[in-house]
């Protein structure tokens, strides 16, 4: 079994300044790890993911994520918020090699302030 | 984007009624699953389908049932709608052959059960 803790349910932050949502992940096997974000009244979209190889991974619009093993965390980062990053984001795990039935967080609602 | 659609998008229905949402992929992936989002509890699994006429249990099974006679199409029923199951839902899809696990998702549903 593997489980997902998002630990805050909600970050204020102002615009232009930096941010890190939380994640931590329980699994006996080797895991996949995803980040999604959801927009106001839309569905969940990929942000970024790790399957293997680099630690840190990053998505095209600034966002990175970094897989650390010994901590089992896959925290989400950016250097400087936009307005536009408002949402709520997910972070979930599958068993890699086969499961594809992923455990998501709980979510973590960012809310970026002028 | 993925070719996911659901239908119908909104819906208000009376307890006791059944309710029948469709989730529509142009994709041809293997994996669809149906999901329901209610705050502070995230994303729970209902029912998932690994294939035409294959389908299984997830978390939040109870008061569910399911159908998939063609891969473009996952049914979600509501035999006997309650207030409980006010929610919003989510179809999702994956591919095994991508090997990420990767899941894409539609718009939502957003039901109210008077």
């Known amino acids: 079994a593997q489980s997902v803790t998002q630990l805050d349910s909600q970050v204020p932050v102002f615009e232009e300044a930096p941010v890190e949502l939380r994640c931590n992940y329980s699994s006996s096997v080797s895991v996949y790890l995803f980040w999604y974000v959801q927009y106001p009244n839309q569905g969940l979209q990929l942000l970024l993911k790790y399957l293997s190889g680099s630690t840190l991974v990053e998505s095209i619009n600034g966002f990175e994520a970094e897989f650390n093993k010994s901590q089992t965390s896959f925290h989400l980062r950016k250097p400087s918020v936009h307005i536009s990053d408002t949402a709520e984001y997910f972070c979930a795990v599958s068993r890699s090699g086969g499961s594809y039935i992923p455990t998501f967080g709980r979510g973590t609602s960012l809310i970026v302030h002028p | 984007d993925a070719g996911i659609t659901q239908s119908p998008r909104h819906k208000v229905t009376e307890t006791g009624t059944p309710v029948t949402l469709r989730c529509h992929q142009t994709?041809?992936?293997?994996?669809m699953y149906w999901y329901r989002q209610d705050p502070g509890h995230g994303l729970r699994l209902i029912h998932y389908?690994?294939?035409?006429?294959?389908?299984d249990k997830g978390e939040v099974s109870d008061g569910y049932s399911v159908s998939r006679s063609k891969t473009e199409d996952f049914l979600l029923t509501l035999e006997s709608a309650t207030s409980s199951q006010t929610s919003v839902y989510f179809c999702?899809?994956?591919?095994?052959?991508?090997?990420?696990?990767?899941?894409?998702f539609g718009p939502g549903t957003r039901l109210t059960v008077l």
């Open positions: 994709e041809n992936h293997r994996y």
């Open positions: 389908s690994y294939g035409v006429k294959d389908t």
């Open positions: 999702a899809i994956s591919e095994s052959s991508s090997g990420s696990n990767e899941q894409f």
